[in-house]
């Protein structure tokens, strides 16, 4: 039987806290990040306290509308309530560390994580866009030679809050730098999204709500190094936001000297994967391609990748390379470039090229690995 001592350890000080006495006691001393909860689990807590059912709806609209970052600046609830708020809970919100804006008006952000970890995210005008790149992980378990985030270690998944919160920083820095709204997304910095599944997939939807920041998800592209398993069960998931497959050769012997995640989810993989990504929710992807000086710009690596895309309904985003400082691989010639998308479009290929941006300050493609000084990021051993 349980004795009254066992009984008051047991109760949870608030929802979403397990039930064991460890828990309990934890519970005790520690806050519960308000936005790990979800709203049923907010209108439990407030129902518990006979506050006011609107009140629940209140604190949701603040923390994921507004993006409020501290219950001081819920200006329509009492103090009382405010007090109330942060003795049982804290917001585990990012903190901008510091940040440099390009020759090209490419901003880049180092944002601090509330246990030290620094991660990056880029804020990229265009004439017609201003798109936000963000980072779902914090390193990167992946080795892909060209990248310089892969030769950091990872130091840990980012949280959904996490990744909202680059958004909505960037969002304002949008607004109040340029006076333009924000109106694309991209999962193209730090990490590895698709091994960050859940996490990824909860900041979409917080971005994407009425209830949260209300952006389109036709306006979001998650990139991958290529899990093919995770790119089945986006479709699986039906998905409304684009995918893009960092490909960068369509060449097995080719594509796994660059990226080593080829050897376990090859070519095969990618095309049948993508394949049933796209039956399942319509949305051709998009495949990313760094060409490389003597490297995959010969005729003959078009003539690849051309095969490629005959076997999934795709476009073509060809990047230039943006060097990372080990002098391993060099920017393909203007000359190349040109014929080897003209290769591609004369066979009917959609072909895009992405121009680099804010390499001035390694705010780039693949450059995102905390030269800044608030990182201190250990690396791969070699
Ligand atoms: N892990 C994911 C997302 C991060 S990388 C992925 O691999 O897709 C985002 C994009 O930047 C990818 O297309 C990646 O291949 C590209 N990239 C990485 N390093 C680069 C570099 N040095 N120059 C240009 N693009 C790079």
């Known amino acids: 039987m349980a004795t009254d001592f066992d009984s008051w350890i047991m109760q949870p000080a608030v929802p979403g806290v ?199 998800p036709q306006r979001i592209t998650v990139s991958t190094a290529g899990i093919g398993k995770m790119i089945r069960k986006l479709g699986d998931d039906e998905v409304k936001f684009n995918l893009a497959l960092s490909l960068h050769a369509a060449n097995d012997e080719k594509r796994s000297q660059i990226m080593p995640i080829n050897e376990s989810n090859n070519l095969d993989e990618m095309a049948a994967s993508l394949r049933y990504f796209y039956d399942k929710t319509g949305t051709r992807p998009t495949l990313e391609y760094i060409i490389f000086k003597d490297f995959n710009d010969s005729l003959e690596d078009a003539a690849q990748l051309e095969r490629f895309v005959r076997r999934v309904p795709s476009k073509v985003n060809i990047i230039e390379y943006n060097p990372t400082g080990d002098g391993l691989f060099e920017r393909a010639t203007e000359t190349q470039l040109d014929l080897f998308s003209n290769y591609l479009e004369k066979k009917g290929v959609i072909v895009n090229i992405r121009k680099s941006r804010g390499r001035d300050i390694d705010a780039a493609c693949g450059q995102l690995a905390n030269k800044n000084k608030a990182a201190h990021h250990a690396l791969k051993e070699s």
Not at 47 to 66: D, M, N, Y
Not at 126 to 151: P, V, Y
Not at 161 to 181: F, H, L, M, N, W
Not at 210 to 215: Q, R
């Open 18 to 216: 397990e039930q064991s006495p460890v828990f309990g006691i934890f519970a005790l001393l520690m806050k519960v990040d308000v936005r790990k909860l979800t709203f049923a689990e907010l209108q439990d807590w407030f129902a518990t306290r006979r506050h006011p059912a609107f009140r629940s709806k209140q604190v949701h609209e603040w923390l994921w509308k507004k993006s409020a970052t501290s219950f001081a600046d819920m200006s329509n609830l009492s103090i009382a309530l405010r007090n109330e708020l942060s003795e049982a809970f804290e917001i585990k919100a990012i903190t901008v560390a510091e940040w440099q804006k390009s020759s090209d008006r490419t901003i880049k952000t180092a944002f601090k994580l509330c246990d030290g970890p620094v991660v990056e995210g880029v804020l990229i005008p265009t004439t017609s866009r201003m798109t936000a790149c963000i980072s779902s992980q914090a390193g990167c378990s992946l080795t892909c030679k060209f990248c310089a985030t892969g030769k950091l270690k990872l130091l840990r998944n980012l949280d959904a809050a996490e990744i909202y919160d680059q958004v909505a920083i960037i969002r304002k820095q949008s607004e109040t730098q340029y006076g333009i709204p924000l109106s694309n997304i991209v999962y193209m910095g730090m990490g590895e999204p698709l091994l960050n599944y859940k996490n990824v997939l909860e900041s979409v939807q917080k971005i994407t709500s009425p209830d949260g920041l209300g952006m389109s």
